[in-house]
Every structure is written in C-alpha cells, then in structure tokens.
C-alpha cells in the first residue's frame, strides 16, 4: 500500500537538502537519490514561488554554488516537478485565505499548489503550518481538498525512504 503518493515539498525542505549536514538533510540526499530515474512520475511537487524564498540566502550571502544548486533543481529533475505559479493556483489561495483566516499569502500558495496538483501529503519543518480540513469553495459547488502536512524528521523521512526503495 502506497502511503505518500506525491508529496509537496515546502521551501525549507529545499534548504534542508541542500544544507543540513545532520541527519535529515542526509536522509533527505538518500531520498532523492534512491528515486526512480525512469518508469515513475516525480515524488516530489513544489511551486516556482519556492525558488524566490530558497535564493534569498544565497544572494545575500553571495554563495553562487549555493545558487546554482537550486537553478540546476528548478530546470528539471527527475525526483521533483516545479509548478508554475498560475491564476487558478492564485485564485485557489485566495479562496484558502478567505477560509483560514491566520494563513499568510505564501503558505496559502503553497498550498493551493499542493491541493491543485493532487499532493497527498505536504512536508515541511515551518511549525506554523498546520493540516488543512476539507472546505468548500466560497462561491463554486467545488470541494478543496485537506491537506496532510507532515514534519520532515528522521521517522517521516524514513517512511518516505522505505517507498521510495519499493
């Protein structure tokens, strides 16, 4: 039984992978790196907003190595697909927004991204995020769907590893 279906991957797991040097950035590199080159769709979602979020350290630090890392990500990998940030995805956040009240721009992006691209779940370490309950559109007999947001610890990514070797 496949539990993690497709994931989004929220801006401070990026950062995570390419910077943590503890145990869930190497769990995080295994992940990646032990994904189906071939034969299967990405495990991995995220949105083209991460990558404003992502650079701001490497720009300011001036780290291009650090930089070219998430350009060589966001031009296309086989374990991650980048989605663009679209009126339907902007229109959904809002909807989201108008629902969650404490839900900044950003997050709501997020994940109405996640929601519109089918995520089953949404892993991030931002502990302001939380799950989302099913709702229904404001003004469209259309249901959003909730959304299972999960901490990228060593216990989630080593669930995540045993799929991923499957």
């Not at 031009?75 to 108008?98: C, D, H, K, M, Q």
């Not at 892993?123 to 007999?141: I, Y």
Request: net charge negative; charged share 20%.
């Amino acid at each position: 039984m496949t539990v993690f279906e497709r994931i989004y991957l929220d801006a401070n797991v990026l950062i995570d992978l390419a910077q943590d040097q503890g145990p869930v950035g190497s769990l995080l590199q295994i992940i990646t790196d032990s994904h189906p080159q071939q034969g299967r769709e990405p495990l991995f979602i995220t949105s083209e907003l991460t990558f404003s979020e992502v650079l701001v350290h490497p720009y300011r630090d001036r780290l291009e190595s650090l930089s070219k890392f998430y350009f060589q990500i966001r031009s296309g990998i086989y374990w991650l697909n980048v989605i663009p940030v679209t009126f339907a995805v902007l229109e959904r956040a809002a909807a989201l927004r108008a629902s969650f009240k404490s839900l900044r721009l950003p997050d709501a992006v997020h994940l109405s991204t996640s929601q519109l691209t089918s995520c089953s779940h949404f892993l991030t370490n931002d502990l302001g995020m939380s799950s989302v309950a099913e709702t229904r559109h404001p003004f469209r007999d259309e249901s959003m769907p909730s959304i299972n947001v999960i901490r990228a610890n060593a216990d989630t990514l080593s669930s995540i590893l045993r799929e991923v070797a499957q």
